[in-house]
């Protein structure tokens, strides 16, 4: 699931990025290529962080390296602090 802007609120951002919603935000151009052409079917490749664009090509979007993770790998914030469990105890257990 994606929403695709020219822009976005960062409460908006995170809150969508903990709830697996990516909020994708384009230059004005693309932006404008994708609301003139209803019914596209958009491609959205998360690991190149790209968005197809009705004309071809692409368009290039912005996303933090953890959220990408997160999404990538279908974890949430507590997903991931619990898939370092082990790093976790051994950092503990030296303090």
Do not use: W
């Not at 003139?36 to 491609?43: D, L, N």
């Not at 912005?62 to 790998?73: D, G, K, T, V």
């Amino acid at each position: 699931r994606a929403v695709i802007s020219t822009r976005v609120a960062d409460i908006f951002k995170n809150n969508a990025l903990k709830n697996g919603l990516l909020p994708i935000v384009v230059e004005p151009a693309a932006h404008a290529q994708l609301v003139a052409a209803p019914g596209f079917q958009v491609r959205i490749d998360l690991e190149s962080q790209t968005v197809t664009l009705p004309a071809g090509g692409t368009a290039k979007f912005p996303i933090e390296r953890f959220s990408r993770y997160c999404l990538m790998n279908g974890v949430d914030e507590l997903g991931f602090l619990l898939t370092q469990s082990e790093a976790i105890a051994a950092f503990e257990s030296k303090v």
